[in-house]
Nanobody, 126 residues
Framework: QVQLVESGGGLVEPGGSLRLSCAAP????????VGWFRQAPGKEREGVSC????????YYQESVKGRFTISRDTAKHTFYLDMNSLKPEDTAVYYC???????????????????WGQGTQVTVSG
């Protein structure tokens, strides 16, 4: 079983920035689509962003477009979510995920991912 480990969460004021990291001990990470999800209290887990291994494109939830950026460093077996212009409504536990199937397009729903991290809290308040 592959265990992903997120880091980088914390408390930030509105308008601030954070970088989330996900250490993913997956061989040939570039062959696997990766994604970020979040879950706010009382709400369903929702897809935030993903990076496709099939076409190398990135996809974002409408509410974070232009503010969040997903990227990957395959040499470090790590992928990231850079979050800028943070808003209170971005407050949630953020999870990273990796698709176990290689060269499959990514999606912003949970069913496409086999490996998950434990979550990291992001709180936007000021």
């Amino acid at each position: 079983q592959v265990q992903l480990v997120e880091s980088g969460g914390g408390l930030v004021e509105p308008g601030g920035s954070l970088r989330l990291s996900c250490a993913a001990p997956v061989s040939r990470l570039e062959e696997h689509s990766v994604g970020w999800f979040r879950q706010a209290p009382g709400k369903e887990r929702e897809g935030v962003s993903c990076l496709s291994s099939s076409n190398r494109k990135t996809y974002y939830q409408e509410s974070v477009k232009g503010r969040f950026t997903i990227s990957r460093d395959t040499a470090k077996h790590t992928f990231y979510l850079d979050m800028n212009s943070l808003k209170p409504e971005d407050t949630a536990v953020y999870y990273c995920a990796v698709d176990s199937v290689v060269f499959r397009g990514c999606a912003l729903h949970r069913s496409g991912y086999s490996y998950w991290g434990q979550g990291t809290q992001v709180t936007v308040s000021g």
